[in-house]
């Protein structure tokens, strides 16, 4: 029965608070409430974020020395920005090509364009990419170099998937991908190539000044071709002090050697343009270092080449065009793009700064060349396995 007051008395006699019950009513419908809206998923703890899908296209293979550098650079970034955790998750994807972090799922595939470089090759190699990746429902596409670019990239072009390129050569107008550097217009961006062809010979010119005359040697893939042609074109406008005497551009390894060998005695040096795609008379792929370990064992005059990994395979000097910062470049634009809301279409495509002046010490002995430091050389290669082999 209720007394006077706020006080309720019981059968026993026991005085209880009115006001107490009805607080600790209210306390069991707060709980009530919390637990409904937590069973309906709108409790206080915050849904974890949905993991990003990252596919990485690489136009190469493993073992070319060139993506082994782009992928430092591409590691690199994605453990600073933090899609990925730690060291050792950089390792087992460079390992495995796939790895599963707190924050993405990244999956590599590979073209394999230079030692399968014909075009029937490449377009039924990019169709089984496109249907992988299809498979995989990638967030964000990375493509590496021009055959990615050209081949995957235009499958995926104006769809909601961003792309982001690195290693094209030159320009990436000339695949469509994107309206013009200054305003790409596409679901597509990137890091392009400008290699530094004049820097390198003007390089080579400060290490042996007595050169007048040069010739370009390269593959006939579609990389080859592309820096045969910048070379040519740079040195009809008077932008590169030598004289170019001739462009070899083949995949015939057994004619690369012939012209070389021929050249030799025609011009003061080489510009070693490109020959990861050289095959011998049966149509098999020859591996870069044998056909690095022949040219410097036959070959006696200086050459530049625009990159680390042919001075590493045994060339004289590079203004190199560095892998490693195409790599980590390409993570700073797709960073923008996925953390931070940037629209690849109003982002302008740009080459990163030029890597090392760089010179091979080894390939300097065996041709003679006393290296000074009026030269500005900026890094060595101290010995290759190429140049090894040539001592054996």
Same mark, same amino acid.
């Given at each position: 029965?209720?007394?006077?007051?706020?006080?309720?008395?019981?059968? $026993?006699?026991?005085?209880?608070?009115?006001?107490?019950?009805?607080?600790?009513?209210?306390?069991?419908?707060?709980?009530?409430?919390?637990?409904?809206?937590?069973?309906?998923?709108?409790?206080? $703890?915050?849904?974890?974020?949905?993991?990003?899908?990252?596919?990485? %296209?690489?136009?190469?293979?493993?073992? *070319?020395?060139?993506?082994?550098?782009?992928?430092?650079?591409?590691?690199?970034?994605?453990?600073?920005?933090?899609?990925?955790?730690?060291?050792?998750?950089?390792?087992?994807?460079?390992?495995?090509?796939?790895?599963?972090?707190?924050?993405?799922?990244?999956?590599?595939?590979?073209?394999?364009?230079?030692?399968?470089?014909?075009?029937?090759?490449?377009?039924?190699?990019?169709?089984?990419? *496109?249907?992988?990746?299809?498979?995989?429902?990638?967030?964000?596409?990375?493509?590496?170099?021009?055959?990615?670019?050209?081949? %995957?990239?235009?499958?995926?072009?104006?769809?909601?998937?961003?792309?982001?390129?690195?290693?094209?050569?030159?320009?990436?107008?000339?695949?469509?991908?994107?309206?013009?550097?200054?305003?790409?217009?596409?679901?597509?961006?990137?890091?392009?190539?400008?290699?530094?062809?004049?820097?390198?010979?003007?390089?080579?010119?400060?290490?042996?000044?007595?050169?007048?005359?040069?010739? %370009?040697?390269?593959?006939?893939?579609?990389?080859?071709?592309?820096?045969?042609?910048?070379?040519?074109?740079?040195?009809?406008?008077?932008?590169?002090?030598?004289?170019?005497?001739?462009?070899?551009?083949?995949?015939?390894?057994?004619?690369?050697?012939?012209?070389?060998?021929?050249?030799?005695?025609?011009?003061?040096?080489?510009?070693?343009?490109?020959? $990861?795609?050289?095959?011998?008379?049966?149509?098999?792929?020859?591996?870069?270092?044998?056909?690095?370990?022949?040219?410097?064992?036959?070959?006696?005059?200086?050459?530049?080449?625009?990159?680390?990994?042919? %001075?590493?395979?045994?060339?004289?000097?590079?203004?190199?065009?560095?892998?490693?910062?195409?790599?980590?470049?390409?993570?700073?634009?797709?960073?923008?793009?996925?953390?931070?809301?940037?629209?690849?279409?109003?982002?302008?495509?740009?080459?990163?700064?030029?890597?090392?002046?760089?010179?091979?010490?080894?390939?300097?002995?065996?041709?003679?060349?006393?290296?000074?430091?009026?030269?500005?050389?900026?890094?060595?290669?101290?010995?290759?396995?190429?140049?090894?082999?040539?001592?054996?």
């Amino acid at each position: 029965m209720w007394n006077e007051g706020f006080n309720i008395i019981g059968p $026993s006699g026991k005085i209880y608070v009115k006001e107490t019950i009805m607080k600790s009513i209210k306390i069991l419908i707060v709980i009530c409430i919390g637990l409904c809206l937590a069973s309906a998923g709108f409790g206080a $703890s915050k849904t974890t974020p949905k993991k990003k899908k990252i596919l990485v %296209v690489d136009s190469y293979h493993r073992e *070319y020395l060139w993506s082994q550098h782009i992928n430092e650079g591409f590691c690199a970034a994605m453990l600073k920005f933090g899609y990925f955790d730690n060291k050792d998750q950089m390792a087992d994807y460079t390992k495995s090509d796939f790895v599963e972090t707190s924050k993405a799922i990244v999956k590599k595939v590979w073209m394999d364009s230079k030692r399968n470089s014909s075009k029937p090759a490449m377009e039924d190699m990019s169709m089984s990419i *496109y249907k992988r990746a299809r498979n995989f429902t990638p967030d964000f596409i990375f493509l590496g170099d021009d055959n990615a670019a050209q081949y %995957v990239g235009k499958k995926f072009l104006d769809t909601e998937t961003p792309m982001v390129f690195w290693g094209v050569n030159n320009t990436p107008v000339k695949y469509g991908l994107v309206d013009s550097v200054e305003k790409p217009g596409h679901n597509v961006t990137g890091i392009f190539q400008k290699t530094y062809y004049a820097e390198s010979l003007g390089f080579l010119k400060k290490i042996v000044p007595s050169i007048k005359t040069f010739a %370009v040697l390269s593959d006939a893939t579609t990389t080859g071709r592309i820096h045969a042609k910048a070379i040519m074109h740079l040195e009809r406008n008077g932008l590169i002090s030598l004289k170019l005497v001739e462009a070899v551009t083949t995949n015939d390894s057994g004619e690369w050697k012939r012209m070389a060998l021929e050249l030799q005695d025609k011009v003061d040096a080489f510009f070693i343009a490109q020959y $990861s795609g050289l095959k011998d008379k049966n149509g098999k792929a020859v591996p870069d270092g044998e056909t690095a370990a022949w040219y410097t064992s036959h070959v006696k005059i200086p050459e530049a080449a625009g990159f680390r990994h042919r %001075v590493a395979q045994g060339m004289l000097c590079a203004a190199d065009d560095s892998g490693y910062n195409q790599g980590f470049e390409a993570v700073v634009i797709a960073h923008d793009i996925m953390s931070k809301g940037a629209d690849p279409a109003t982002y302008p495509p740009r080459a990163p700064k030029r890597g090392a002046l760089i010179v091979n010490k080894e390939r300097a002995r065996m041709l003679g060349i006393t290296l000074t430091e009026k030269m500005g050389i900026e890094e060595y290669v101290a010995e290759t396995n190429a140049l090894r082999k040539t001592r054996k």
